[in-house]
């Protein structure tokens, strides 16, 4: 039997985003637990742009303004240091702001999704709470770099991973006891396939933010040579970001204008329709921790290719393709599977069933066996 709320785990939670109505793929994991039953959560997230009209209705959801600081593109070192700068004083300002805020006192737990939002966990863990971090994605690389970070990592009383990569390079400084991986999920009733492989177009879908982690122009270069055997095939990216413009050009240098598509931010559910209907799914990142997008295109059914970054080659171990980080590599995996209608439809439906062990309620059940063993 459920138990009552007041029983429930008190816990403040501090993200570095959430859903959107306009990008509702983000924030995915932060949301699932916030909406847990097992949880009373008290949910932080930042507002760039001070608007909360256009965010998705979430329990107990409070807002914190932090502005957008968009990094130049291969900034100068004294431009870099401004910058960072700026960052540093908006996130401790932010963070300030927090500590003001009632609302995120009397918690049993405080997990915070950034690193960077440290110092009210650790003033909070000076008046009885538990303190926990999530590292995400290309977080890896700032504590690697940063000394201040690696010890700030060792004064939390549990440290959370989503990639085996990331694990691996946290227990050099953090003790294994406190360091725990919990990947990620994928909802396999909304993602589904709902066509034979065949009839899917002859499409190559990635999915991601247009931001130098993604490596597009990887993937680019790499279609260019696929195309050439291939005219018939056409790649399509969704999703939104600073590096557009640079892709584009590289597109029209390419000369690909009517074969490479570039899609913008798209909703849940056109995403998933996209994955439904293409045959072939790559990642072309430089750093990930477990990619979301590359479970919902396997649990959609898309063949799928990735570099090796965070835990791509887990997921894909035995089954799908991981390419080295080059054009000339990747061209060479996805054309396999282009070439081969029975390797690309066994590839197709061993994914599916991939998916399913990677389901919401698993990685809520990690974080709930983390959080009672803690209290």
């Known amino acids: 039997m459920e138990k009552s709320i007041k029983n429930k785990i008190k816990i403040l939670r501090i993200s570095n985003e959430t859903k959107s109505l306009q990008r509702s793929g983000q924030g995915k994991s932060i949301f699932e637990l916030s909406e847990s039953k097992f949880f009373n959560t008290t949910l932080f997230t930042p507002c760039i742009d001070k608007k909360i009209d256009s965010y998705i209705e979430i329990k107990n959801l409070n807002y914190f303004y932090f502005p957008n600081i968009v990094f130049p593109k291969n900034p100068k070192k004294i431009i870099r240091m401004f910058f960072s700068l700026r960052r540093l004083i908006a996130i401790m300002i932010a963070s300030l702001n927090l500590v003001f805020n009632k609302k995120i006192y009397f918690n049993e737990i405080v997990h915070i999704h950034h690193i960077f939002y440290f110092l009210p966990a650790l003033i909070l863990k000076i008046i009885g709470s538990k303190i926990i971090v999530t590292i995400h994605g290309s977080d890896i690389n700032k504590i690697q770099g940063s000394i201040v970070l690696r010890n700030l990592l060792k004064l939390f009383d549990r440290v959370l991973c989503v990639s085996h990569k990331q694990q691996k390079i946290l227990s050099n400084f953090i003790s294994k006891k406190k360091l725990f991986y919990v990947g990620n999920g994928v909802n396999t009733d909304f993602y589904k396939p709902n066509k034979s492989y065949l009839e899917r177009k002859k499409v190559i879908l990635s999915v991601g933010n247009l931001r130098w982690q993604k490596n597009y122009n990887l993937l680019i270069e790499a279609f260019s040579i696929v195309h050439k055997s291939n005219k018939d095939w056409k790649l399509v990216i969704c999703g ?136």
């Open 240 to 375: 939104e970001g600073p590096d557009r413009n640079e892709i584009q050009e590289l597109i029209k240098l390419k000369k690909l204008d009517r074969y490479v598509f570039l899609k913008g931010y798209l909703n849940q559910k056109d995403i998933k329709n996209w994955m439904q209907t293409s045959r072939i799914f790559v990642m072309s990142s430089r750093v990930e921790g477990f990619p979301k997008a590359l479970l919902e295109a396997a649990a959609c059914g898309c063949a799928c290719v990735s570099t090796n970054a965070g835990d791509c080659d887990y997921f894909l171990k035995d089954i799908g393709f991981i390419a080295r980080n080059n054009k000339y590599d990747l061209a060479n995996k996805i054309t396999k599977l282009i070439n081969s209608s029975n390797l690309s439809k066994t590839n197709s439906l061993q994914l599916i069933n991939r998916a399913k062990s990677f389901t919401w309620k698993k990685y809520i059940d990690l974080h709930r066996n983390i959080y009672e063993k803690l209290l």
